[in-house]
Structure formats: structure tokens, C-alpha cells
């Protein structure tokens, strides 16, 4: 059985930082892709970033504009996203999954995945 969950969420300042959490078990990230999806009130769930399983390569979201890094710890079995400069607009609730996309899926189709974590809130508000 594998499970993601996520941690790191909270109440922030535009301007700031957080870094959210995903632990896997049952799964190995490190063999597999790992990525971090978003939804805000009133929208569709959408792609903000990707670390694949091979060679630690990552795939972003344009909008976030280089705000944003993922990164991977094998030893924790966890995947990280980094969040500086924080808007109002990035207040969502953030999701973790993971697939086997590889290099001829869509890492920004959300059919891709086939876990779910039950994601994390991040509210940017002053």
C-alpha cells in the first residue's frame, strides 16, 4: 500500500517562505516520478513541479517563475517543495503524487499519477 503524506503547510506573509514535505512509504521516490500539484478555491487542481526518477532532473510550472524548486532526500524517502516569494495567488492546497511518467508522458496531466497524497494548505495573506 502506498501513502504520501504531506506536511509544511500553514499561514504565511506575501514575501515569505515555506518548504512542504511529502514522505512516501511503500513506494521508493527515488525510483519513481514525484511531483506537487496545487488547487485553489474554485479552480481545477493543476502541475507546479517534478523531480523525475531518473538522473534528478526537474519539470516546473511556468507560472512559478523560478519561486519554486523541488527537491528529493532517497535517505528520508521524501520529496520537498521549496517556496520563496510567496504570492496571494499560490494560497491553495497542495498535493503530493507520484507515477511513472517518463519521457513520453505529460507530467502536467494529473491522470498520470496514480497516488495521491491528502495534500497540505498554504494560505499567503497578510
Known amino acids: 500500500q502506498v501513502q504520501l503524506v504531506e506536511s509544511g503547510g500553514g499561514l504565511v506573509q506575501p514575501g515569505g517562505s515555506l518548504r512542504l514535505s511529502c514522505v512516501a512509504s511503500?513506494?521508493?521516490?527515488?525510483?519513481?516520478?514525484m511531483a506537487w500539484f496545487r488547487q485553489a478555491p474554485g479552480k481545477e487542481r493543476e502541475f507546479a513541479a517534478a523531480?523525475?526518477?531518473?538522473?534528478?532532473?526537474?519539470v516546473y510550472a511556468e507560472f512559478l517563475k523560478g519561486r519554486f524548486t523541488v527537491s528529493r532526500d532517497n535517505a528520508k524517502n521524501t520529496v520537498y517543495l521549496q517556496m520563496n516569494s510567496l504570492k496571494s495567488e499560490d494560497t491553495a492546497v497542495y498535493y503530493c503524487?507520484?507515477?511513472?511518467?517518463?519521457?513520453?508522458?505529460?507530467?502536467?496531466?494529473?491522470?498520470?499519477?496514480?497516488?495521491w497524497g491528502p495534500g497540505t494548505q498554504v494560505t499567503v495573506s497578510s
Open positions: 511503500g513506494r521508493t521516490v527515488s525510483y519513481y516520478d
Open positions: 503524487a507520484t507515477g511513472t511518467i517518463g519521457y513520453s508522458g505529460n507530467f502536467f496531466r494529473r491522470e498520470e499519477y496514480d497516488y
Open positions: 523531480i523525475r526518477a531518473t538522473r534528478t532532473s526537474t
